[in-house]
Structures are given as structure tokens and as C-alpha cells.
């Protein structure tokens, strides 16, 4: 019985350290690459550390010959619009349909669910007709139209979270004589606040990850945000795998400072995203 | 300034009578929304159908050619065949869920570094998926991550082409997708199993089970529901496989899913007419598959 327990030990983090590594690998050997010189990279292992931890030279590349600040610059005016601009959407929206039964309200809060079941992936074919001809291709307001139009999961999680904030809490505030303006403003978006923390993440997770809107969208050079800049390293740095490690590393590194720091905020709003 | 304003406009709203504001408010709070759904979400679908009909490629005026380009889809093993490579993907699920399920499990109950582990697993889920590309460029190449690690283990002789094999490329790209998307379901059931409350564990521990009677009389029935939708998301997720097959290969090989064929119908070779009715295909298969989700959450209830 003892042995046994002690093996069920054993094999619990042995299976743990096994996953741990699985993660940890690819992303550590494109750690260490980076630091790399040219003829270190082709004469080393891909796990060996390199001689230099101060050797910033393709990090140096990657940034100006691989033009990321352009990308940075684009990736953050989008991702602060979208996010900005999907959270009022859908807070109004869930204000209007929690609070206001009206004729169609049904049939709207249907529409908005309906759009949910559509992979936005599959309708590009003819999204890309309606965007060339409203005059948005190769503009920046390409991206933030796709993002605030079509990933409607905010209004579910500003719907279910309107549950929570007392009807009563309104019905006072009119008492007062506040109009549904300032009930909103005042009253309903506060409260809100965990709720649009986990908006802001679903929402900048998905925006600083998405790739194909922007490639298909605005392929002019000085519109590509990070995902589509990151996509042009194969060309021009073809071998130069130290280069475009150091590219891959810009990219994660905001990614890892937003997790380290917002941990809690991430795995929180993950799950109470997905519980529809 | 802006205070003064604000009076301003509060006075003049506020003194409406609430049926007239709220009737102002609807329709204030929805037109912006509505316009965009309908434009972006519902507009495109509606125009694809259309589009399914005709033999237009963007420019020169359309021709309805009926039920032509569904044929050709189903007729010719060029487009229809590329479904097979969903299969892969969708093997995949099973393993990805599987893994995030024994993780989540473990890391419910008592294990050192439990912060540690949980971030570990998860963080993959958050990369850019050009990054995550990227990243297993390098590590499928010859002499790469995957082949350094195998000769440190003593497993050398099996290193292969890991992408150059076109009986391998695919089951490689596979795993990609489960390293990059195991995260998110094990942090969903590892939500889903912690409000198992505590007191259900320690009666049953009174009553003898072990850990294995627990995970499967307590966890399993309490997270059925999250599972079955879990599973759901990953296979619909699985038909519509594109970012890391055209990040890492363009879909050359043998790689190319069903989206990336799509896309390179429509885009590349400007058959819009033919890409549309391939979307409509696509999406018809989506929504059986969400259609069945839905019955087996009304059924689980």
C-alpha cells in the first residue's frame, strides 16, 4: 500500500515536470538562440546557452530591419480601440436587453447569439468584398471594424453579469431623478468592472494574437502589426535564425510581462468567459 | 467646461419623460452595434450564399452557374480530399483534451509548485500564433530543438523530417495546435473542478475511495457539461485548422486544411464563386456540429 501511494507520487511529478518541459523547451531555445552570433548559432546545439547573455546585436536587427515599432504602434492604436470600443458596445447593448423588454428584443438578443455560431474564419471570402467596397481595405480601420462588429462574446458576459446588479439600485437612483443615461454611466458601468476586466482580456488576448485580419486586411507595409511583421521575418532573414528568434522574443516578451502581472486577472476572466 | 456640459445635458435629458428617454435609449444604444453586426457578422454570410451560386472571381460581372461549384467541390479530390487533413486535427483534440483533463485533475488536488505548474501549462495559450509558428520552425528543423532533445535522451536514430515527410508534416503541425491550445482547456476544467466543493472529497474519503473513484464519480459527472462543450469548441476549432499549417508551411506538402484551401481558392486564384460555396460547406459542417453541442447541453441539464 505504501509502495504503491509512493509510486502514484513518483509518477504525479514525474508527468508534471514532463508537460512543464514540454512548454518550457521551444520557447527556451528560442531564448537562447537570440543571443547567439551568426556562426554560434551554426555551430552550437539548440539547447546549449550562448557564450554572450549581453549580445543584443539581433535584437538590435530584428527591431529596425524587421520594422517592429511600426508593428507595435499599430498592434497597441488598434488593441486600445477595439477593446475600449467593444466594451461600451457591449455594455450598451446588455444594458438595452437586460433592462428593457421591448417588441423584437427577443429577436435582437437572437441576432447577437446567432453571430457567435458564425467562424468568422469562414465568411473572409465575402467579408473581404464588404470591406473593399465601404473603401476600408489597407486602412487601420479595417481591423477595428472586424474586431467590434463580429466577436459579439462581450455581450454575453455583460449580460450574464447584469443578472448580478440589482434592478433596485436603478429604480432608487430614479427616485432621485437620474435619467437611464446617467443610470448607465454612474450606476451600471461601474459595477461592471469585473466583468470588463475579463472583456479586456478575452478581447486584447485575441486582438495582439490575431493574425490573418491584418494580413488580409491591411498588407500595406506601414499598417502590419506585430503578428503580420513578425510573418515577413522568413523572407528576408531566410537562414538567419538568431535574427528572427530575437524577432519571435520581442514578440512574447509583452506577452509574459502581462501574464507575470495579471495572472490572477487572465485565469479568471478565461473562465468566466467560456461559462456561457 | 466638461462639468458644465455634463449639467447641461443631464438637465435637458433627465427631464423627458423615462418612456420618451427610454424609447431614445434603445434605439441610441443600439444603432452602432446593430449597423456593425449586421454589416460584419450577418451581410457577409448572406453575400457567400449568393456568391456560392455564381462563377464570379472580384471583377468582371457574375454569372449564376446554379449548383456548379458544390459539384466540383464534391467531385473533384483537390478540394474535397483536404478534409482528410482535418482528421489529424481532430485526432488531436482528443489528446489535447485528454492532457488538459489529467493535468487539471492533478493540479486540484495537493502538489508542490502548484503556481508554478499551472502558469507553465497555460502560458503557451497566450503566444501570437505567428510566434508559436515561428518558434516550431526552429524546432522541427534538422538538428533542431526536437532533434537535440531526442540525441540528449539517447534517442537519436529516431530523429526524422519532421515536416519534409508528408506522412509525418501533418501529425507535427497536430501537435503544434495541442501545445498551443492545451492551456486554455486545462484552465477551464481546472476552474470547473475547483468548485467541486471540498466536503463531497472527504465523505467519499470516509467511504474508502481513492483518488481514481473520485475522478471518476465526483469529477467527471460534475464537469460533464464543461467537457462536452470543451470538446465541441476543439473539434469545430479542428474543421477550421488554418493559422499554424500557413504560418509554418503555406500548406505546402500536404498540409493544406480546408480553410487555407479557402483561402488560396478565393485570394490567390480569384474563384471567389468556387472559395464561397467552399465556405458555405464549411460552415454548414460548423453549425451541425454547434447544433449537436446544443442538444447535448439541453439533454445534460
Not at chain 1, 528572427?244 to 514578440?251: F, K, P
Not at chain 2, 485533475?105 to 508542490?112: A, G, Q, R, Y
Not at chain 2, 480569384?270 to 460555396?277: N, Y
Request: charged share 10%.
Amino acid at each position: 500500500m505504501e509502495t504503491k501511494k509512493n509510486l502514484a507520487i513518483v509518477v504525479k511529478y514525474l508527468t508534471l515536470i514532463l508537460g512543464a518541459a514540454f512548454a518550457i523547451i521551444p520557447i527556451l531555445a528560442i531564448f537562447f538562440a537570440s543571443f547567439k552570433t551568426g556562426t554560434e548559432y551554426g555551430s552550437t546545439g539548440a539547447l546549449t546557452m550562448p557564450e554572450n547573455w549581453l549580445n543584443f546585436e539581433n535584437y538590435r536587427r530584428a527591431f529596425s530591419e524587421g520594422n517592429m515599432m511600426v508593428g507595435f504602434k499599430n498592434t497597441v492604436i488598434i488593441l486600445i480601440i477595439s477593446v475600449i470600443g467593444t466594451t461600451l458596445i457591449g455594455s450598451m447593448v446588455a444594458f438595452v436587453l437586460h433592462r428593457f423588454t421591448f417588441k423584437g428584443s427577443k429577436y435582437i438578443l437572437g441576432a447577437f447569439l446567432l453571430a457567435t455560431l458564425i467562424p468568422a474564419v469562414t465568411t473572409q471570402v465575402a467579408t473581404f468584398q464588404i470591406i473593399h467596397r465601404l473603401g476600408l481595405f489597407n486602412t487601420i480601420f479595417a481591423a477595428i471594424v472586424l474586431y467590434l462588429g463580429t466577436d459579439i462574446i462581450a455581450v454575453y458576459i455583460f449580460l450574464q453579469f447584469m443578472d448580478s446588479i440589482s434592478v433596485s439600485l436603478d429604480e432608487s437612483a430614479m427616485l432621485d431623478g437620474a435619467s437611464y443615461l446617467t443610470i448607465y454611466r454612474k450606476i451600471v458601468l461601474p459595477l461592471l468592472k469585473p466583468a470588463i476586466v475579463t472583456v479586456f482580456i478575452i478581447k486584447g488576448v485575441n486582438v495582439y494574437n490575431d493574425f490573418y485580419t491584418p494580413f488580409l486586411y491591411m498588407p500595406k507595409t506601414d499598417l502590419q502589426v506585430i503578428s503580420t511583421s513578425l510573418f515577413k521575418f522568413q523572407g528576408p532573414f531566410g537562414a538567419e535564425w538568431q535574427v528572427i528568434t530575437a524577432g519571435v522574443m520581442i514578440a512574447i516578451i509583452p506577452t509574459l510581462i502581462a501574464f507575470i502581472f495579471l495572472q490572477k486577472y487572465i485565469y479568471n476572466g478565461l473562465t468566466n468567459g467560456s461559462v456561457k | 467646461m466638461s462639468k458644465l456640459k455634463e449639467i447641461i445635458s443631464k438637465m435637458s435629458f433627465s427631464n423627458i419623460s423615462y418612456k420618451a428617454q427610454r424609447n431614445i435609449i434603445i434605439i441610441a444604444f443600439l444603432a452602432v452595434p446593430m449597423t456593425l453586426l449586421a454589416t460584419f457578422a450577418f451581410l457577409p454570410v448572406i453575400n457567400m450564399f449568393w456568391y456560392s451560386f455564381t462563377d464570379w472571381n472580384g471583377y468582371s460581372k457574375m454569372n449564376f452557374v446554379g449548383l456548379d461549384n458544390y459539384k466540383t467541390i464534391f467531385s473533384n479530390p483537390e478540394y474535397f480530399s483536404v478534409f482528410r487533413v482535418s482528421l489529424y486535427y481532430f485526432f488531436a483534440t482528443f489528446v489535447q483534451l485528454g492532457i488538459a483533463l489529467y493535468f487539471a485533475t492533478i493540479l486540484s488536488f495537493e502538489v508542490k509548485f502548484k503556481n508554478f505548474f499551472k502558469g507553465v501549462l497555460f502560458f503557451p495559450y497566450l503566444l501570437n500564433g505567428v510566434a508559436i509558428g515561428l518558434m516550431f520552425l526552429l524546432f522541427f528543423r534538422a538538428d533542431g530543438t526536437l532533434d537535440t532533445v531526442l540525441h540528449a535522451i539517447g534517442l537519436g536514430d529516431y530523429t526524422q523530417m519532421w515536416l519534409g515527410n508528408p506522412k509525418l508534416i501533418n501529425i507535427s503541425l497536430a501537435g503544434v495546435s495541442v501545445w498551443r491550445y492545451m492551456g486554455f482547456n486545462f484552465i477551464i476544467f481546472l476552474g470547473a473542478i475547483s468548485s467541486i466543493p471540498n466536503e463531497i472529497y472527504e465523505a467519499s474519503e470516509i467511504d474508502g475511495a481513492n483518488r481514481w473513484h473520485q475522478f471518476i464519480y465526483i469529477i467527471l459527472p460534475s464537469i460533464k457539461i464543461i467537457v462536452s462543450l470543451n470538446l465541441i469548441l476543439a473539434v469545430s476549432g479542428s474543421l477550421s485548422a488554418f493559422e499554424i499549417p500557413f504560418i509554418m508551411t503555406g500548406g505546402a506538402n500536404g498540409s493544406a486544411t480546408f480553410v487555407i484551401q479557402t483561402v488560396n481558392t478565393a485570394f490567390r486564384y480569384g474563384k471567389i464563386g468556387l472559395g464561397s460555396a467552399m465556405a458555405v460547406v464549411l460552415l454548414f459542417i460548423v453549425v451541425v456540429v454547434t447544433g449537436i453541442q446544443r442538444k447535448f447541453f439541453s439533454e445534460g441539464d
